[in-house]
């Protein structure tokens, strides 16, 4: 009998909304920049996403980095702040929200995506944040089921 246990894990759909929470409720700023709980929160999700899409994780890593957060205006991360707020609160409802409730919060929260876009003018940041966007709202269909009777 082999007592190993395996290395290999996949993509685990309660890890991620847990960690994407735990990230977007430390928010985006630079003083949290050097926050030891978002640094290692950040860390743990761009390598849960990496078990799912390598080339998510890289948008996930981008948005998420050190450097982008100082560099792109507060208005810009106060924007995706509010708009990953809305997936989080569909993810810590799921048990309560009816199918009208999620689909209203994803259209607020791409109404935001919108608002980012037009003021970056189609750069690949915004291009790196529509994938994510895209991501979480598949992720919504995908992993339902998994997820609404968890607490995040």
Do not use: W
Not at 11 to 39: E, Y
Not at 45 to 59: G, M, Q, T
């Amino acid at each position: 009998m082999n007592n190993k246990i395996s290395e290999e894990r996949n993509f685990n759909p309660v890890s991620f909304a847990h960690l994407f929470t735990k990230v977007r409720t430390i928010g985006f700023s630079a003083k949290m920049i050097d926050d030891k709980d978002f640094i290692l929160y950040r860390e743990q999700l761009i390598k849960e996403v990496n078990l799912y899409s390598k080339d998510l994780a890289l948008d996930f890593a981008k948005i998420l980095s050190s450097q982008n957060i100082s560099y792109y205006k507060k208005e810009i991360y106060d924007l995706i702040y509010t708009c990953f707020s809305h997936f989080v609160e569909i993810y810590n409802n799921l048990h309560q929200y009816k199918d009208a409730t999620i689909k209203t919060n994803i259209r607020i929260a791409r109404t935001y995506l919108e608002d980012i876009k037009n003021k970056l003018n189609e750069n690949s940041f915004a291009t790196s944040l529509e994938n994510i966007i895209n991501f979480l709202e598949l992720f919504l269909e995908k992993f339902k089921d998994q997820l609404v009777n968890i607490s995040i």
